[in-house]
Protein backbone atom coordinates (compact mmCIF):
# COMPACT_ATOMS: atom_id res chain seq x y z
CA UNK A 1 0.00 0.00 0.00
CA UNK A 2 1.14 3.41 -0.69
CA UNK A 3 2.53 5.68 1.98
CA UNK A 4 1.48 9.28 1.77
CA UNK A 5 2.67 11.80 -0.56
CA UNK A 6 3.14 15.18 -0.21
CA UNK A 7 3.90 17.58 -3.46
CA UNK A 8 5.57 19.08 -4.69
CA UNK A 9 8.95 18.15 -2.48
CA UNK A 10 10.73 21.74 -2.47
CA UNK A 11 9.44 25.49 -3.26
CA UNK A 12 10.86 28.61 -3.18
CA UNK A 13 8.33 32.09 -2.79
CA UNK A 14 9.25 35.00 -1.92
CA UNK A 15 8.11 37.12 0.63
CA UNK A 16 4.37 38.45 -0.13
CA UNK A 17 3.42 35.44 -2.38
CA UNK A 18 0.85 32.47 -1.71
CA UNK A 19 1.97 28.90 -1.66
CA UNK A 20 -0.25 25.80 -1.86
CA UNK A 21 0.98 21.99 -0.53
CA UNK A 22 -1.01 19.17 -1.59
CA UNK A 23 -1.13 15.32 0.93
CA UNK A 24 -2.46 12.29 -0.82
CA UNK A 25 -3.15 10.21 2.32
CA UNK A 26 -2.74 6.62 2.83
CA UNK A 27 -5.66 4.49 0.77
CA UNK A 28 -8.04 4.60 3.22
CA UNK A 29 -7.36 6.78 5.50
CA UNK A 30 -9.58 9.62 6.00
CA UNK A 31 -8.29 12.02 8.56
CA UNK A 32 -5.55 14.35 7.58
CA UNK A 33 -3.44 16.50 9.67
CA UNK A 34 -0.75 18.72 9.31
CA UNK A 35 2.42 20.19 11.30
CA UNK A 36 5.18 22.75 11.26
CA UNK A 37 8.16 22.02 11.61
CA UNK A 38 11.38 24.26 11.83
CA UNK A 39 14.76 24.34 14.08
CA UNK A 40 13.29 27.04 16.55
CA UNK A 41 9.94 25.98 17.22
CA UNK A 42 9.91 21.74 16.43
CA UNK A 43 6.72 20.29 15.45
CA UNK A 44 4.01 22.56 15.34
CA UNK A 45 0.00 20.84 14.55
CA UNK A 46 -1.65 23.54 11.99
CA UNK A 47 -4.82 21.68 11.04
CA UNK A 48 -6.73 18.36 10.94
CA UNK A 49 -9.47 17.43 8.69
CA UNK A 50 -11.82 14.63 8.40
CA UNK A 51 -14.47 13.46 5.82
CA UNK A 52 -13.61 16.82 4.58
CA UNK A 53 -14.07 18.92 8.09
CA UNK A 54 -11.74 20.70 9.87
CA UNK A 55 -11.84 19.11 13.17
CA UNK A 56 -9.34 20.79 14.97
CA UNK A 57 -6.86 24.14 14.13
CA UNK A 58 -3.29 25.14 15.88
CA UNK A 59 -2.00 28.79 17.30
CA UNK A 60 -1.54 29.84 13.31
CA UNK A 61 -2.46 33.16 11.74
CA UNK A 62 -5.23 32.92 9.29
CA UNK A 63 -3.06 33.26 6.72
CA UNK A 64 -2.90 29.41 7.16
CA UNK A 65 -5.63 27.99 5.83
CA UNK A 66 -6.67 24.04 4.17
CA UNK A 67 -9.11 22.38 2.99
CA UNK A 68 -10.05 17.96 2.76
CA UNK A 69 -11.14 16.94 -0.95
CA UNK A 70 -13.93 13.65 -0.58
CA UNK A 71 -10.94 11.39 -1.97
CA UNK A 72 -9.67 12.90 1.96
CA UNK A 73 -6.69 14.60 -0.16
CA UNK A 74 -5.82 17.79 1.40
CA UNK A 75 -4.40 20.82 0.71
CA UNK A 76 -3.29 23.86 2.80
CA UNK A 77 -2.30 27.37 1.68
CA UNK A 78 -0.70 30.08 3.62
CA UNK A 79 -1.16 33.70 1.97
CA UNK A 80 1.04 36.48 2.12
CA UNK A 81 4.45 34.29 2.83
CA UNK A 82 6.73 35.92 5.51
CA UNK A 83 10.34 34.58 6.21
CA UNK A 84 9.25 32.75 9.25
CA UNK A 85 7.34 30.78 6.83
CA UNK A 86 10.27 28.77 5.94
CA UNK A 87 9.77 25.56 7.40
CA UNK A 88 9.33 21.72 6.34
CA UNK A 89 5.73 21.16 6.49
CA UNK A 90 4.56 17.50 6.87
CA UNK A 91 1.12 15.61 6.61
CA UNK A 92 0.03 12.72 8.52
CA UNK A 93 -2.46 10.54 7.47
CA UNK A 94 -4.89 8.05 9.92
CA UNK A 95 -8.04 5.89 9.56
CA UNK A 96 -9.79 7.83 11.47
CA UNK A 97 -8.52 10.95 13.79
CA UNK A 98 -8.46 8.73 16.89
CA UNK A 99 -5.45 6.39 15.31
CA UNK A 100 -1.97 6.11 14.56
CA UNK A 101 -1.40 9.12 12.38
CA UNK A 102 1.63 8.25 9.47
CA UNK A 103 3.28 10.58 8.07
CA UNK A 104 4.53 11.90 4.68
CA UNK A 105 7.80 13.47 3.44
CA UNK A 106 7.10 16.66 4.08
CA UNK A 107 7.15 19.94 1.63
CA UNK A 108 10.53 22.00 2.05
CA UNK A 109 9.61 25.80 1.52
CA UNK A 110 12.00 28.41 1.40
CA UNK A 111 11.08 31.79 1.52
CA UNK A 112 12.91 34.80 0.42
CA UNK B 1 -1.63 22.40 27.69
CA UNK B 2 0.15 19.24 27.83
CA UNK B 3 3.66 19.73 27.09
CA UNK B 4 6.53 17.12 26.25
CA UNK B 5 10.20 17.21 27.61
CA UNK B 6 13.08 15.35 25.81
CA UNK B 7 16.01 16.50 27.95
CA UNK B 8 19.00 14.89 25.98
CA UNK B 9 19.42 16.90 22.71
CA UNK B 10 21.37 14.56 21.33
CA UNK B 11 23.10 10.94 22.57
CA UNK B 12 25.64 8.40 21.11
CA UNK B 13 25.69 5.07 20.90
CA UNK B 14 28.27 2.50 19.51
CA UNK B 15 26.74 -0.26 17.53
CA UNK B 16 25.47 -3.33 18.96
CA UNK B 17 25.04 -1.31 22.25
CA UNK B 18 22.34 -0.60 23.92
CA UNK B 19 20.92 2.97 24.65
CA UNK B 20 17.72 4.80 26.45
CA UNK B 21 15.96 8.24 24.89
CA UNK B 22 14.08 9.70 27.58
CA UNK B 23 10.84 11.38 27.37
CA UNK B 24 8.94 13.19 30.23
CA UNK B 25 5.25 14.66 29.88
CA UNK B 26 3.18 16.17 31.45
CA UNK B 27 -0.52 16.02 31.15
CA UNK B 28 -4.35 16.14 33.93
CA UNK B 29 -5.39 13.31 31.25
CA UNK B 30 -5.86 9.75 32.14
CA UNK B 31 -6.18 8.30 29.04
CA UNK B 32 -3.87 9.11 26.62
CA UNK B 33 -1.75 7.50 24.08
CA UNK B 34 2.15 7.98 23.80
CA UNK B 35 4.55 7.41 20.59
CA UNK B 36 8.28 7.52 19.42
CA UNK B 37 8.74 8.67 15.65
CA UNK B 38 12.36 8.27 13.84
CA UNK B 39 12.81 11.35 11.72
CA UNK B 40 16.18 9.68 9.44
CA UNK B 41 18.19 12.57 7.48
CA UNK B 42 16.00 11.78 4.72
CA UNK B 43 13.03 13.49 6.78
CA UNK B 44 10.57 10.53 6.62
CA UNK B 45 8.89 10.30 10.15
CA UNK B 46 7.93 6.79 10.51
CA UNK B 47 6.49 5.46 13.49
CA UNK B 48 8.35 3.21 15.92
CA UNK B 49 6.33 2.31 19.21
CA UNK B 50 3.24 3.31 20.78
CA UNK B 51 1.46 3.01 24.22
CA UNK B 52 -1.42 3.30 25.20
CA UNK B 53 -1.92 4.68 29.10
CA UNK B 54 -4.49 2.00 30.09
CA UNK B 55 -2.24 -1.04 29.28
CA UNK B 56 0.38 -1.12 32.34
CA UNK B 57 2.49 -3.66 29.79
CA UNK B 58 5.33 -2.09 28.20
CA UNK B 59 5.23 -1.79 24.05
CA UNK B 60 7.76 -3.40 22.12
CA UNK B 61 8.55 -4.05 18.73
CA UNK B 62 11.68 -5.67 18.14
CA UNK B 63 14.91 -3.91 19.06
CA UNK B 64 12.77 -1.35 20.56
CA UNK B 65 11.09 -1.14 23.78
CA UNK B 66 9.70 1.58 26.01
CA UNK B 67 9.31 1.59 30.23
CA UNK B 68 5.81 3.72 30.71
CA UNK B 69 5.70 5.18 34.22
CA UNK B 70 2.43 6.45 34.09
CA UNK B 71 2.79 7.82 37.83
CA UNK B 72 5.96 9.49 36.90
CA UNK B 73 4.95 10.44 33.33
CA UNK B 74 7.94 9.29 32.02
CA UNK B 75 8.01 7.08 28.63
CA UNK B 76 11.81 6.16 28.07
CA UNK B 77 12.43 4.48 24.87
CA UNK B 78 15.16 1.61 24.65
CA UNK B 79 17.04 0.24 21.36
CA UNK B 80 18.63 -2.81 21.73
CA UNK B 81 21.58 -4.05 19.31
CA UNK B 82 21.64 -0.35 17.82
CA UNK B 83 22.29 -0.66 14.52
CA UNK B 84 23.90 1.92 12.07
CA UNK B 85 20.44 2.81 10.41
CA UNK B 86 19.10 3.66 13.59
CA UNK B 87 20.90 6.94 13.33
CA UNK B 88 18.06 9.68 13.32
CA UNK B 89 16.33 12.06 14.73
CA UNK B 90 13.68 10.67 17.66
CA UNK B 91 10.51 12.38 18.81
CA UNK B 92 8.45 11.60 21.67
CA UNK B 93 5.12 12.36 21.37
CA UNK B 94 1.57 12.96 23.08
CA UNK B 95 -2.18 12.72 22.09
CA UNK B 96 -5.18 12.75 24.64
CA UNK B 97 -7.76 10.41 23.97
CA UNK B 98 -11.10 11.41 22.57
CA UNK B 99 -11.46 15.37 21.94
CA UNK B 100 -8.52 16.77 20.34
CA UNK B 101 -6.38 14.09 18.14
CA UNK B 102 -3.62 16.46 17.72
CA UNK B 103 0.14 14.93 18.62
CA UNK B 104 2.14 16.84 20.86
CA UNK B 105 5.73 16.53 20.19
CA UNK B 106 9.21 16.55 22.31
CA UNK B 107 12.19 18.73 20.52
CA UNK B 108 13.78 15.76 19.89
CA UNK B 109 16.83 13.52 20.51
CA UNK B 110 19.39 13.14 17.93
CA UNK B 111 21.19 10.22 18.13
CA UNK B 112 24.15 8.84 16.20
CA UNK B 113 25.39 5.43 15.97
CA UNK B 114 29.02 4.63 16.04
CA UNK B 115 30.77 2.14 14.18
Known amino acids: KAGVTQTPRYLIKTRGQQVTLSCSPISGHRSVSWYQQTPGQGLQFLFE???????NKGNFPGRFSGRQFSNSRSEMNVSTLELGDSALYLC???????????FGPGTRLTVL | AQTVTQSQPEMSVQEAETVTLSCTYD???????LFWYKQPPSRQMILVIR??????QNATENRFSVNFQKAAKSFSLKISDSQLGDAAMYFC????????????FGKGTKLTVNP
Open chain 1, 92 to 102: ASSLAPADTQY
Open chain 2, 51 to 56: QEAYKQ
Open chain 1, 49 to 55: YFSETQR
Open chain 2, 93 to 104: AYRRAGGSEKLV
Open chain 2, 27 to 33: TSESDYY
